[in-house]
T-cell receptor, first 114, second 109 residues
Framework: DGGITQSPKYLFRKEGQNVTLSCEQN?????MYWYRQDPGQGLRLIYY???????QKGDIAEGYSVSREKKESFPLTVTSAQKNPTAFYLC?????????????FGSGTQLSVL | DAKTTQPNSMESNEEEPVHLPCNHS???????IHWYRQLPSQGPEYVIH???SNVNNRMASLAIAEDRKSSTLILHRATLRDAAVYYCILGRTGNQFYFGTGTSLTVIP
């Protein structure tokens, strides 16, 4: 079955540490996204990529970095510069340029600070 | 600005219809209206989308106002499995989908 796989499901970060969240899709989608969700809040866009080797900052990119070396993969690194990283992180994909095309989401990674 | 406005919460009795409203007064001519729902600790899932005409699928119906500045998601018979947060968002050029805080739907048995 096609879909988006996020790993790990739970992740703990120590102070000053960088951590990387994995997102893999086999839907052959060109566009991929990272969202952050705080308790009781909506989703906020961190980064998005419409094609391999290209990505753009969303609303809250500070303290995060991404790469898009392969179409299937869009890892997110939460750097030590992100002072409040505890949140639920969601990865999504879609076909770009078609406004009627829907988003497919992974099951999320819960990141907590030790 | 691709923002939408929804009530924070709504309640419905089981097996009754539910109408979830959404305002999108700044919608542009090419923006699609999408609805997603999210269960606790899961990613959002697609419900329905439309451009101008009302839409129906097996999950729900979408009623779009004639001026497109508002829409309503209709669940014809609410079940306990429909309890979730429902997001109304606009699909816009550049693939930036903006999510608000959504409407938390409680279904009462």
């Amino acid at each position: 079955d096609g879909g988006i796989t996020q790993s790990p499901k739970y992740l703990f970060r120590k102070e000053g540490q960088n951590v990387t969240l994995s997102c893999e899709q086999n839907l052959n989608h060109d566009a991929m996204y990272w969202y952050r969700q705080d308790p009781g809040q909506g989703l906020r866009l961190i980064y998005y990529s419409q094609i391999v080797n290209d990505f753009q900052k969303g609303d809250i990119a500070e303290g995060y970095s991404v790469s898009r070396e392969k179409k299937e993969s869009f890892p997110l690194t939460v750097t030590s510069a992100q002072k409040n990283p505890t949140a639920f992180y969601l990865c999504a994909s879609s076909i770009p340029g078609i406004l009627s095309e829907k988003l497919f989401f992974g099951s999320g990674t819960q990141l907590s600070v030790l | 600005d691709a923002k939408t406005t929804q009530p924070n919460s709504m309640e419905s009795n089981e097996e009754e219809p539910v109408h979830l409203p959404c305002n999108h007064s700044t919608i542009s001519g090419t923006d699609y209206i999408h609805w997603y729902r999210q269960l606790p600790s899961q990613g959002p899932e697609y419900v329905i989308h439309g451009l101008t005409s009302n839409v129906n699928n097996r999950m729900a119906s979408l009623a779009i106002a004639e001026d497109r500045k508002s829409s309503t998601l209709i669940l014809h018979r609410a079940t306990l499995r429909d309890a979730a947060v429902y997001y109304c968002i606009l699909g816009r050029t550049g693939n930036q989908f903006y999510f608000g805080t959504g409407t938390s739907l409680t279904v009462i048995p």
